[in-house]
């Protein structure tokens, strides 16, 4: 009912019922919903996008009844949704025709930024020609299981498969997705077609998509209930129950982005799952900790499956060093020894994962335990450290550590956590990273003392990411970020040659070199539109120093504004990079109008990523004060009509 009434994934409630949400706890508002559906009665739901959310209610704002649309709910539920199978994995397969811009789905991340939903199938597309439905939740790409895959990640693999024009998409239904963790069913294709559920009651289960899939039978929810306890009952008629809701009017506050092949999403957003469920009572019972979208988590498992970009080693510890060599193969032990050999002295060894580890690389380190707390925590700071500055360096974005010191060497689990969270925090500060923090499954001491250090740091750590928001336009993602553009990893930052502070700045940051070259090539050639340098010693490969000038007249400002940027654009097409980094320019002491310097820029921007099909990442960068700006950076990166 939730899906077929206009409800989206990550929608926020306002208001129910007539009665403003922010007066009500949480089992409050769980009590009206559940009453009006028992009692077959009334159920208006006011709804806001998570994009849309900040705005008014930090301002205090009313909603605009102009912007409010109601959708009515069919009195019955209707057909298609009565006759689809349940608990039943589903194959859709897509093919674009020349005639095909997109695949013709939406999509958005889970709060945790790890997996995939299905968020809006379109008519008339070729997803619509398949199983897929809203709500489904991704489960593999092509064969590949990408479950607990990034979102980011699974975005690339997404627009790679539509530049290919072609994807095959294993998904479940986000009911089946929750029945069959509760209940130990794998959800890999492969597993699950030698699992005892899929033989008894799913037979033709791995639906291809040549079958309609009206015509496959699922099992009846008696017949699969009888197979679990007594007890296991009761989750699973609450797991039903809120299907029953037959009669309601849901009005929601919404927002579309035709332009966009995929979802508009935000980092950190605030969010009500269109099920009903308590989640505390689901975070308690869970392995894995991704609380509200934080950079660092906490999980039970083992480092050898971990599918990041690293995993972090301790070669002093003489079981975990030889688990991850044996797992690794001859080639890993190897190389290892080849480069201890090569550089004794080296801080890490950096052997590249093979056989049956699932990280792309492995990094080695030597720790030092000791009694002495002082020095034992130094050590593990520098640990740390070292492993998320060779990351950073190295452009990882993912990285696992064991609990070190906690099994061979028996030191304190509270130092160690305590520790490792809080450098992991103090570096993450600089640079971006997700970070996890992976224990033995029979280590429950540790992976509590792990998760209590994680929760004392929540509220600083959601910090970390509740200051950018990003957005998908075609291959292309716009960033929009709260730091110092001198900080940022990318090909290229951008620099106005008119604007003396940031030139200075940038300059000063990046040495000798760069002043150099800048003073050589602004002598040389006084008229030119750009100047690029050597970065010098920032993170990027790249400044690019862009002849501009303010100007009080509005058109002008803003044609001045649209060939800063086409300059940009063709100079970091022709230096064949990826990635750039801007400033907001003329907000500073120039004094220009914030409201056009910022819609124009990302105004031009979103064009030429849609036009020109540029698989770029464009951060617009705004300094920490700048509260005012950053807002209409957010605000034009979502609403700007392209």
């Known amino acids: 009912p939730a899906a077929a009434g206009g409800l989206r994934i990550r929608d926020i409630v306002l208001a129910v019922n007539d009665k403003n949400t922010f007066e009500l706890s949480f089992d409050e508002l769980k009590n009206i919903i559940q009453n009006a559906r028992d009692a077959h009665g009334r159920i208006e739901l006011l709804m806001i996008g998570p994009d849309f959310y900040e705005t008014p209610n930090k301002s205090n704002e009313p909603i605009n009844p102009r912007f409010v649309k109601t959708i009515k709910t069919p009195q019955t539920m209707p057909i298609d949704y009565q006759n689809f199978p349940k608990h039943q994995p589903r194959t859709c397969e897509m093919r674009l025709n020349r005639s095909d811009t997109s695949f013709g789905f939406q999509t958005v991340d889970p709060l945790t930024s790890v997996g995939m939903f299905i968020q809006e199938v ?36 997404l627009h790679t498969a539509q530049e290919e024009q072609h994807v095959k998409l294993y998904v479940v239904d986000t009911a089946t997705y929750e029945f069959f963790q509760s209940n130990n069913i794998p959800l890999s294709s492969k597993e699950y077609r030698q699992s005892t559920f899929a033989k008894k009651f799913s037979p033709d289960s791995y639906i291809e998509e040549d079958k309609s899939y009206r ?78 979208c934080l950079p ?100 990882y974005r993912s990285i696992a550590f064991p609990a070190i010191g906690c099994d061979q060497f028996r030191c304190s689990a509270s130092i160690v956590a305590c520790t490792m969270v809080r450098e992991v925090y103090r570096k993450l500060k600089i640079s971006k990273m997700s970070v996890s923090f992976v224990i033995k499954p029979e280590k429950t001491d540790i992976y509590d003392e792990f998760l209590k250090q994680i929760h004392l740091l929540e509220p600083t750590l959601s910090s970390l990411e509740s200051r950018t928001i990003c957005a998908t336009f075609k291959r292309g993602i716009i960033e929009v970020e709260m730091g110092d553009i001198t900080m940022q990893k990318v090909d290229v930052i951008i620099g106005s040659s008119s604007s003396n502070i940031l030139r200075k700045a940038i300059i000063k940051a990046a040495g000798n070199e760069t002043q150099a070259v800048y003073d ?46 086409y300059t940009v654009v063709q100079n970091v097409k022709s230096h064949r990079f990826t990635s750039i980094a801007l400033p907001a320019i003329g907000c500073g002491k120039h004094g220009c109008s914030i409201d056009i310097v910022v819609k124009t820029m990302v105004l031009e921007m979103k064009k030429n990523l849609i036009k020109r099909n540029l698989p770029w990442t464009v951060k617009f960068v705004v300094e920490p004060d700048q509260e005012n700006i950053y807002d209409e950076f957010r605000k034009q990166v979502f609403t700007t009509q392209d």
């Not at 897929?132 to 693999?157: A, Q, Y």
């Not at 079981?319 to 080639?331: D, V």
Request: one cysteine or more; hydrophobic letters at 35%.
């Open 520 to 565: 050589l090539e602004s002598t040389t050639h006084p008229n030119s539109v750009l100047i690029a340098t050597p970065a010098g010693a920032l993170p990027c490969k790249q400044i690019f120093f862009v002849k501009w000038e303010p100007d009080s007249d509005e058109k002008i400002l803003e044609q001045s504004l649209v060939d800063l940027i």
């Open 122 to 157: 379109y008519p008339n597309s070729p997803a619509a020609n398949t199983s897929l439905r809203k709500c489904d939740r991704i489960i593999e790409i092509d064969d590949e299981f990408i479950d607990n895959v990034s979102s980011r990640t699974i975005l690339e693999k």
């Open 296 to 395: 660092i988590h906490v999980c039970k498992g083992d480092l050898i499956t971990q599918e990041t970009d690293v995993i972090v080693v301790s070669s002093s510890s003489q079981r975990l060093f030889k688990s991850i060599c044996k797992a690794g193969g001859s080639s890993v032990l190897a190389s290892y020894n080849a480069k201890l050999n090569n550089n004794p002295e080296a801080p890490i060894i950096v052997v590249k994962a093979d056989g049956q580890l699932a990280s792309k690389i492995i990094y080695f380190l030597s720790l030092k335990p000791s009694s002495d707390t002082s020095i034992l925590c130094k050590s593990i700071e520098k640990f740390v450290s070292d492993a998320l500055e060779k990351a950073t360096k190295q452009n």
């Open 215 to 292: 015509s496959i039978s699922g099992p009846k929810i008696d017949d699969v209930k009888s197979q679990y306890k007594e007890d296991d009952n009761k989750s699973f008629n609450q797991l039903w129950s809120h299907r029953r809701v037959e009669n309601s009017d849901m009005v929601i506050l919404s927002n579309t982005f035709g332009n966009s092949e995929f979802d508009v999403y935000q980092k950190g957003s605030h969010s009500i799952d269109t099920e009903i469920h308590d989640d505390k009572k689901q975070t308690s019972n869970s392995n894995n900790i991704n609380s509200s």
